[in-house]
C-alpha cells in the first residue's frame, strides 16, 4: 500500500508560512521602484543624507512583504558595490519598546554587545557607534509601528530619527 505521508500535495510547504518572502511580487513593480527610489542615495552616497519612509495601506495589501523584498533586494545591490548596507525587520506588535527593537538589531546582526546594563539611548548611541567604526548602513523597517507608539509615545521615534533629513510615504491599496 501506498504510504501517503511522505507524500506532500504541495510543492514547497514553506510558501504557506507567513514569513515566506516570493521572490517576485506581481502587480507591486511600481511600488519596489519607488522604493528603489527613496532609497537610491544609500547606494548613490552612502553617508550622505539618511531616509524616511513610510508605508501605509490596509491589511493584507502587502507591506510587510514588500518591505522584506525590497530589503533583500537592496541588500544584494549594495553588496555588489561593497556597501556593507543591513536591512532588518522588526516587528513592534512583538518588540513593543525602542529597547526591544534594538535589540533585534543587535541580534540579528551579531554584534557583540552586551545584552544588559545599557538604557535605550545608551544601546542607540552605542550601535550608532558600532555602525560608524564598522562603516556599516542600517535600514531598519518598524513594522506594525503603531503598537511602538502606542506602548511608549512618540518620544522613542524622536529620539532615533534625530538624524533624519528626509522622509516619504507610500500608500498601498489593493494591487488587482
Ligand atoms: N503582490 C503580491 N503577490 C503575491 N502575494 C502577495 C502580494 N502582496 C501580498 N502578498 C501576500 O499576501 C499576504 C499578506 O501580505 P502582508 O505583507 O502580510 O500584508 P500587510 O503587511 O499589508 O498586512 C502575505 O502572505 C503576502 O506574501
Ligand atoms: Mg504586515
Avoid: W
Avoid at 63 to 82: C, P, Y
Wanted: proline content about 3%.
Amino acid at each position: 500500500m501506498q504510504n501517503y505521508a511522505e507524500h506532500s500535495v504541495f510543492k514547497d510547504e514553506n510558501r504557506l508560512s507567513i514569513e515566506c518572502v516570493p521572490q517576485n511580487l506581481p502587480h507591486r513593480e511600481k511600488e519596489l521602484g519607488l522604493l528603489d527610489l527613496f532609497f537610491k542615495s544609500i547606494l548613490d552616497r552612502p553617508g550622505g543624507m539618511s531616509q524616511r519612509v513610510f508605508i501605509c495601506g490596509g491589511i493584507g495589501v502587502g507591506k510587510t512583504v514588500i518591505s522584506k523584498l525590497f530589503g533583500a533586494h537592496i541588500e544584494t545591490r549594495a553588496q555588489r558595490k561593497g556597501i556593507n548596507l543591513r536591512y532588518v525587520h522588526v516587528n513592534c506588535r512583538v518588540n513593543k519598546s525602542l529597547f526591544t527593537v534594538l535589540q533585534r538589531v543587535v541580534d540579528a546582526l551579531n554584534i557583540p554587545f552586551p545584552s544588559r546594563g545599557y538604557s535605550d539611548e545608551e544601546l542607540l548611541h552605542s550601535l550608532m557607534k558600532y555602525f560608524n567604526d564598522q562603516n556599516i548602513y542600517l535600514i531598519l523597517a518598524l513594522d506594525e509601528l503603531e503598537s511602538l507608539i502606542r506602548e511608549e509615545g512618540s518620544e522613542p521615534l524622536y529620539i532615533a530619527s534625530q538624524d533624519f533629513k528626509r522622509s516619504a510615504s507610500m500608500s498601498l491599496r489593493e494591487s488587482r
